[in-house]
């Protein structure tokens, strides 16, 4: 009978050692997973407190154009009514003073030249208040006043406008 004797002590201590490191590395491991899934966890109720606010200042953004839309139709609409009857009833004044047959001849000059200022700032109150609000955007909708926009721009500049389907 023959035998060989090898001492495999080192051998056994390197496994025992590999073990323990791969336990060791295993632990590390799922620790890690842990940490990356909180954070996943955490990232996902960021963005979604982050979409939750995102949709707070769309409808906010949405309140305060309809807030500014409400006010510009009011002022459009006191421009156009307030100051465009008390200029229109200047301007009838002024023709009544006019055409009056006691008026002086340089007087009635002078009234004709301050009822055209007058007709040029009813003008320009109508102007303003159609810009502010035109009124065709409450009646026939956003197309429509773009369309009539256009095509006042479009004859003011003498560029033609090429509408587009």
Same mark, same amino acid.
């Given at each position: 009978?023959?035998?060989?004797?090898?001492?495999i002590?080192?051998?056994?201590?390197g =496994?025992?050692?590999?073990?323990?490191?791969? *336990?060791?590395?295993e632990?590390?491991?799922q620790a890690?997973?842990? !940490?990356?899934?909180?954070?996943?966890?955490q990232?996902?109720?960021?963005?979604?407190?982050?979409?939750?606010?995102?949709?707070?200042? #769309?409808?906010?953004? *949405?309140q /305060?154009?309809?807030? !500014? !839309? &409400?006010?510009?139709?009011r002022?459009?609409?006191?421009?156009? &009514?307030?100051? *465009?009857?008390?200029?229109?009833?200047?301007? /009838?004044?002024?023709?009544?003073?006019?055409e009056?047959? =006691?008026?002086?001849?340089?007087?009635?000059?002078?009234? *004709?030249?301050l #009822?055209?200022?007058?007709?040029?700032?009813?003008?320009d109150?109508?102007?303003?208040?159609?810009? /502010?609000?035109?009124?065709?955007?409450?009646?026939?909708? /956003?197309? !429509?006043?773009? #369309?009539e926009?256009?095509?006042?721009?479009a004859?003011?500049?003498?560029?033609?406008?090429?509408?587009?389907?």
């Amino acid at each position: 009978m023959v035998g060989t004797l090898a001492d495999i002590t080192a051998r056994k201590q390197g =496994e025992a050692a590999l073990r323990g490191a791969h *336990g060791a590395l295993e632990a590390q491991v799922q620790a890690r997973a842990a !940490e990356l899934a909180l954070a996943n966890t955490q990232l996902a109720i960021e963005v979604a407190e982050r979409r939750a606010t995102e949709a707070q200042v #769309r409808e906010l953004l *949405g309140q /305060l154009v309809n807030a !500014e !839309e &409400d006010k510009r139709r009011r002022l459009a609409r006191e421009l156009h &009514d307030s100051l *465009g009857q008390h200029l229109t009833a200047l301007a /009838l004044g002024l023709q009544a003073v006019q055409e009056d047959p =006691e008026t002086q001849p340089a007087a009635r000059e002078r009234l *004709g030249q301050l #009822r055209e200022v007058t007709q040029r700032l009813d003008e320009d109150v109508d102007r303003l208040s159609y810009e /502010l609000r035109p009124a065709v955007l409450d009646d026939l909708g /956003l197309n !429509e006043a773009l #369309r009539e926009l256009s095509s006042a721009w479009a004859q003011d500049s003498g560029v033609p406008v090429v509408e587009v389907q």
